[in-house]
């Protein structure tokens, strides 16, 4: 019966994204679809020794090559790619929530079929040919191993998902948590370069100039100016007039930085005061305080409050979020239940801006940024009450 159920939820989840595949975002128009021809035109492989006809990292562009190969078209190609990560999404919050509920099979089931039927998760690979799938499930895998205590595959998985999307970077404050509360040793922190830099060495290879691939997330830091980018973050309550953006942007990150930072700083002063108190425990993710559910709260926490505080943020930006909020929710369902449906009507209501331009002007943006900050104060609040932060 479980078998069947499963068949039956992947089937539906890929009929579903089978009907959205004949429809071309603006991005596969400008973006996605040019560089696809691109490498197809120049002879496959052979055309990454020169990336400049493109703004992402060479992993993605390595797929695309390989997807060049298939007698598939190109539109639907990119979106199964995606579509398969979906698939591994799917698998990691099984077995992420699994070890929450061991034997409560039908528990990491249900987390598992809700993400893969998220409306953000089903609208970014079958309608829109996004990836963001790929680096989340690298980052779903590297919480899976931290969950399990292995650190070394943990930053592993961390550089892979780095070198997919920058993005992955709103989940590397939980890397300085566990690192300076000395559940990791810092030495493990090696194999995120590592994994980043083993990934660039086909391309150099290929002829590819290094330095160019060492620099392409700068040179995407650089391509929005805006605020906000249809974001449902903390920029939907600001105003500035005309030509101030830079200077709001760059304070923007300051601020946010040294919030994260400040978070980081309780999170650890929380773990070592219990450490303190009770002593290590060689039990569960690694030591006193540091459970996995303090570890999954965290890593939401991360996940909603980066690219909430964050400039220039697209709409797709809190896609990690999207599925990390199924997780906690499943793991606290008495607590943090209506959690996902936070993020999602946030979230997928800025997508909606986006996709259906006939709705957009329905849609009230500063109402999506009071969901996710609503989100955020409860994952937060949650989170403080785990590390002994909030007695209620």
Known sequence: MPVLAAVAAVASALLLRGLLLRYESSDWYYFLGPWYRYIAAHGG????????????????????????????????????LSVLF???????????????????????????????????????SGWWAQ??????????????????????????????????????????????????ARRMPWRCLLAVPAAYLALDVPAVLL?????????????????????TLNAPSVYQFVSVPPGEDDPVRQAGVLVAGALVLALVALAVRALR????????????????GLTGTGILLLTTVFAIAVPFLLPSMHERYFYVADVLSV???????????YLPVLVQLASFGSYLKFIAPGVAPYLSMPAHGALMLLALVAVLRAAAREFGLLRV
């Not at 020794?49 to 060049?68: H, I, K, R, W």
């Not at 002829?207 to 605020?227: E, S």
């Open 45 to 80: 492989f052979r055309a990454l020794g020169d990336t400049g006809f493109s703004d992402y990292n060479v992993p993605y562009l390595y797929l695309m090559a390989a997807l060049g190969r298939l007698p598939v078209p190109a539109l639907a190609a990119v979106k199964c």
């Open 86 to 124: 979906d698939l591994a999404l799917a698998y990691y919050t099984h077995r992420i929530v699994s070890l929450r509920w061991p034997h409560r099979p039908w528990r990491p089931f249900a987390a598992a079929v809700t993400v893969l039927f998220l409306p953000t998760v089903v609208t970014n």
């Open 131 to 180: 990836a963001d799938a790929i680096f989340t499930a690298f980052l779903l895998g590297g919480v899976h191993h931290l969950l399990r205590g292995r650190p070394w595959w943990t930053c592993a998985f961390f550089g892979i998902a780095l070198a997919f999307k920058l993005q992955a970077v709103f989940l590397f404050p939980l890397l300085l948590v566990v690192v300076l």
């Open 207 to 227: 002829g590819a100039d290094p330095w160019q691939l060492l620099t392409v997330y700068a040179r995407q830091t650089g391509t929005y100016r805006d605020l």
């Open 273 to 288: 005061s219990t450490e303190g108190a009770a002593g290590r425990s060689a039990t569960g993710s690694g030591g006193a």
């Open 327 to 337: 997780i906690v929710a499943f793991h606290l369902p008495r607590r943090l239940w």
